[in-house]
């Protein structure tokens, strides 16, 4: 079993929509979960963070972490062809240099 | 930009070449991080300096080699590579023992290809 787990899409959504983006993982230990995006031709950039459980808003982005299910949700409201990318979920335990990360999953918002 | 460099952006190279990916961070990290991303698979680690001790990915073949001279560059040294290495090869540095340890910033990559 992996330890994460991410559907890599494709996904495609008219612009406007409300975009819901999940993972799931394995070990419970995990404690900061976090969310990347990358544009083509570019490396991941830290987008939304979470330490352990619930929810983070930021602008039109929400985190959510729900651990007892062991699943994490990025939700994108009023999305716009600028968020058109690849989105990973990445998570790691309290100490320690090991980041877990999902496949990403590609997004395109259409205009 | 994210104060992650990462040169070159591209390389072409043979399975019998020798050859070496830089990264450069300006953050004052003192982590780095060498990844590979391949398409339809999660990122994958591949070496961690981190406070001057290195952690390595036992599954990560002989042929790739990294060094990291101080805690601003690493280097990731490549000999007679397989097709199979083709990838997307990621820097990244970290602040490890702060408040901000989750935080990775990652370099824009060197996309590599081996005939």
């Known amino acids: 079993q992996k330890e994460v787990e991410q559907d890599p899409g494709p996904l495609s959504v008219p612009e406007g929509a409300i975009v819901s983006l999940n993972c799931t993982y394995s070990?419970?230990?995990?404690?900061?979960f976090m969310w990347y995006r990358q544009y083509s031709r570019k490396g991941p950039e830290l987008l939304m963070y979470?330490?352990?459980?619930g929810n983070k808003e930021d602008g039109r982005f929400t985190a959510q972490v729900d651990k007892s299910s062991k699943y994490i949700s990025l939700f994108i409201r009023d999305s716009q062809p600028s968020d058109s990318a690849t989105y990973l979920c990445?998570?790691?335990?309290?100490?320690?240099?090991?980041?877990?990360f999902g496949t990403g999953t590609s997004l395109t918002v259409i205009p | 930009e994210t104060g992650v460099t990462q040169t070159p952006r591209h390389l072409v190279m043979g399975m019998t070449n020798k050859k070496s990916l830089k990264c450069e961070q300006h953050?004052?990290?003192?982590?780095m991080y060498w990844y590979k991303q391949s398409a339809k698979k999660p990122l994958e680690l591949m070496f961690v300096?981190?406070?001057?001790?290195?952690?390595e990915n036992n599954s990560v073949p002989s042929r790739f080699s990294p060094e990291c001279p101080n805690s601003s560059h690493l280097f990731l040294h490549l000999h007679t590579l397989q097709p199979e290495d083709s990838a997307l090869y990621l820097c990244?540095?970290?602040?490890?023992?702060?408040?901000?340890?989750?935080?990775?910033?990652f370099g824009p990559g060197t996309r590599l290809t081996v005939t």
């Open positions: 953050l004052g990290h003192n982590a």
């Open positions: 990244a540095s970290s602040q490890e023992g702060g408040l901000s340890s989750y935080e990775q910033y």
């Open positions: 979470t330490y352990s459980s």
């Open positions: 070990n419970s230990a995990f404690q900061y």
């Open positions: 990445a998570m790691r335990v309290n100490t320690g240099n090991q980041f877990y």
């Open positions: 300096y981190s406070l001057e001790e290195r952690v």
